[in-house]
């Protein structure tokens, strides 16, 4: 038994989320790792869950399973970003609504894209504010 009062081997998902604006790890059952992963992208929170064969433990075999830790910074950097990018826009006043937000992401996202390779050679017409 662990800390959990579960049998370590039961600890075999990690899930990924936001707790009161920060990111966290949860280690757990992957039946409840993916319940509570559901019911988190239901209710528009973001989340990501990291299910290992059940033999292994995600908290005492994480550094053994090479991929794994590259695996959990990446969920938490992509974590921290759509964190980030909701921040902003509940700063300036954008809907809440989910296809609101994707479609201004994705214009963002496009207009950056145009713009990086006439930055990138130095187009003087590039040289302009948003504000």
Same mark, same amino acid.
């Given at each position: ?10 600890r075999n998902a990690l899930l ?41 433990? /995600?908290?005492? #075999?994480?550094?053994?399973?090479? +991929?794994?830790?590259?695996? &959990?910074? *990446?969920?938490?950097?992509?974590? !921290? ?5 909701r921040k902003v826009m509940d700063?300036?006043? /954008?809907?809440? #609504?989910?296809?609101?937000?994707? +479609?201004?992401?994705?214009? &963002?996202? *496009?207009?950056?894209?145009?713009? !990086? ?15």
């Open positions: 038994m662990n800390g959990n009062s579960l049998p370590i081997a039961q990924i989320h936001e707790k009161d604006g920060q990111v966290v790890e949860t280690a757990m059952p992957e039946a409840e790792g993916r319940a509570l992963f559901e019911q988190l992208n239901a209710d528009g929170q973001g989340a990501s869950l990291i299910v290992l064969d059940a033999f292994f433990d /995600v908290v005492t #075999d994480r550094q053994i399973l090479k +991929s794994l830790p590259a695996r &959990i910074h *990446e969920a938490k950097v992509n974590l !921290q970003r759509t964190l980030d990018w700063r300036n006043g /954008v809907p809440g #609504d989910n296809t609101v937000r994707a +479609s201004v992401i994705r214009t &963002i996202r *496009e207009i950056m894209d145009q713009a !990086q390779p006439k930055i990138a050679a130095g187009d003087p017409h590039m040289a302009f504010s948003l504000h």
